[in-house]
């Protein structure tokens, strides 16, 4: 089992950023080197099904991001110390959910656009931008 920890969240004003991090552990009777996971970043704000952010690969580093961050958000991972971040750059209003990391398996990028394919998620961390 693999448990995930979000962090950073907050309250911003419109064209603030914030820095989100995500800590991956693993039980120990179940190892597998983080860098053997693809991580994604979900959002879900009220009332609206959970949304798609950015998944960046196992071991490429290649990276995925929806049209709606487009280059305002950058997904980034250390396998040292077993975090992926989400730097999120000129929010607005539109961008206050609940963020989640998750993580899969290896898997592709297409793939990791879908929330279904993930085995573990994080509890999530509120991100609110005040006009």
């Known amino acids: 089992q693999a448990q995930l920890e979000e962090s950073g969240g907050g309250l911003v004003q419109a064209g603030g950023s914030l820095r989100l991090s995500c800590a991956f552990s693993e039980s120990f009777t179940f190892r597998m080197y983080f860098s053997s996971y693809q991580m994604g970043w979900f959002r879900q704000a009220p009332g609206k099904e959970r949304e798609f952010v950015s998944t960046i690969s196992a071991s490429s580093g290649d990276l995925s991001r929806s049209d709606s961050v487009n280059d305002r958000f950058i997904i980034s991972r250390d396998n040292v110390k077993n975090t992926v971040y989400l730097q999120m750059n000129s929010l607005s209003t539109e961008d206050t959910a609940v963020y989640y990391c998750?993580?899969?398996?290896?898997?592709?990028?297409?793939?990791?656009?879908?929330?279904?394919?993930?085995?573990?998620w994080g509890q999530g961390t509120q991100v609110t931008v005040s006009s």
């Open positions: 998750a993580a899969r398996l290896y898997g592709t990028l297409t793939g990791g656009r879908d929330p279904n394919n993930y085995d573990y």
